[in-house]
């Protein structure tokens, strides 16, 4: 069995309450994240894909940091590092948002959680936006307090992680609606759970705010899933890119804006609300966009594993966009990908031309998402809420992986 030892990337790199655990359930390499290591790998990653789909996996997912927003004029603050209106947003509830900058460009696409009238947290994707939050407060004029605090969560996501979460915390949490949040207590353990998660499955959160007793968490949950058939587990771009969600860096960075990716439902312009990037993202709503995110089928034999450099788009020989994310997916039986092209060409059941390592594969644009496109799997029961299981970016499996020794 690896041991902790396996694995160094240098002191500059932070570990995570869970990863002794992790290391001893099995983890086998890790990448960087949020200046921290998350486990990537478990063995095969099909198999993972059909532990989450079928059953349950529990995923160390600690390197999704915490901003912390408190002060008098917090909801003020929070409200303008965000172009989605969230003055309806109650004490309890949970928010899928977009961090824009003065250009319309996303910075980040976090959870919002709102744990108390003037608190706030920000459960980050891969970017170090407390020093955007620190640098907007200066000369804000606002009085609020920015920090973060020593939180980290774990994500437990697949069909049978209701029955898992009822065997830890009783018949109570299945009350718990769909991008809401709650605090509890497991045998003392302080915890955030929110029935929020990234897979497109049926899934829970489980933010730990005593970092000592990360082991002793990560056992008791692996405990009780064993009749359910809990595995560890990791992120599944298989998984993500079905449901058609975004990875941060892959599939959007700072030079992409909401309209491009049609997130145009997390944009309020309506509101009297200011908000950085206002004034840009309504240039950009009223003059139209240039490109255009689309789904992919790509001809060929099966990928034997993601993309991991944005491969050329090509119509009739001339550039047209790239593909940001692709990935062989076992249940559809397809190469299926996320590209961002040309919007005058982003025209569902168009052939298009993909070149993987040069090589010109055969590709139709289709809708997105590939797999459930009412979301049914993901147990949202509060449709009116108008929330996805799009949130905060998936890690890229890539990202500075380190093998065991």
Request: charged residues 25%; proline residues 5%.
């Amino acid at each position: 069995m690896s041991t902790a030892q396996s694995f160094g990337f240098g002191t500059q790199i932070r570990k995570s309450p869970y990863f002794d655990a992790t290391v001893r359930w099995g983890a086998k390499a890790f990448s960087v994240y949020n200046h921290m290591y998350i486990p990537r790998d478990f063995g095969d990653p099909e198999r993972n894909f059909w532990n989450l789909v079928t059953a349950a996996i529990l995923c160390d997912v600690a390197v999704e940091r915490q901003v912390e927003i408190t002060g008098p004029d917090a909801a003020r603050f929070t409200q303008m590092l965000t172009p989605r209106d969230l003055s309806t947003m109650a004490v309890g509830q949970c928010k899928y948002v977009l961090i824009t900058n003065v250009e319309g460009g996303i910075l980040n696409d976090p959870i919002v959680l709102r744990l108390a009238r003037d608190r706030f947290w920000l459960s980050l994707a891969d970017s170090d936006i407390i020093l955007w939050a620190q640098g907007l407060a200066v000369n804000s004029g606002l009085d609020v307090a920015i920090r973060e605090p020593a939180v980290s969560p774990l994500q437990l996501q697949g069909p049978n992680s209701r029955r898992i979460m009822q065997s830890l915390f009783g018949d109570s949490i299945l009350d718990l609606r769909y991008f809401w949040l709650r605090e509890v207590e497991l045998d003392g353990i302080p915890l955030v759970v929110s029935r929020t998660g990234w897979s497109g499955e049926l899934g829970y959160e489980l933010y730990l705010q005593d970092e000592t007793r990360g082991d002793e968490l990560w056992e008791k949950i692996m405990a009780a899933g064993v009749e359910f058939g809990l595995q560890p587990g990791h992120t599944s771009t298989i998984r993500r890119v079905e449901a058609g969600m975004l990875s941060y860096h892959a599939d959007m960075d700072a030079e992409t804006n909401p309209f491009e990716l049609g997130l145009g439902r997390l944009v309020d312009l309506d509101t009297d609300a200011e908000f950085v990037g206002k004034a840009a993202l309504q240039r950009i709503r009223d003059e139209g966009i240039s490109r255009k995110q689309v789904g992919l089928v790509i001809d060929g034999a099966p990928l034997t594993g993601p993309n991991t450099v944005f491969w050329p788009v090509t119509k009739e020989g001339q550039r047209i966009g790239r593909v940001t994310s692709a990935v062989y997916s076992p249940r559809l039986e397809q190469n299926i990908a996320l590209a961002l092209i040309a919007a005058e060409h982003a025209v569902l059941g168009d052939d298009i031309t993909v070149l993987i390592d040069d090589r010109p594969s055969k590709a139709e644009i289709v809708d997105r998402p590939f797999h459930d496109p009412r979301k049914s799997l993901s147990g949202n029961t509060n449709r009116g809420e108008g929330e996805t299981p799009h949130h905060r970016s998936a890690p890229r499996p890539e990202a500075a992986g380190v093998q065991s020794n």
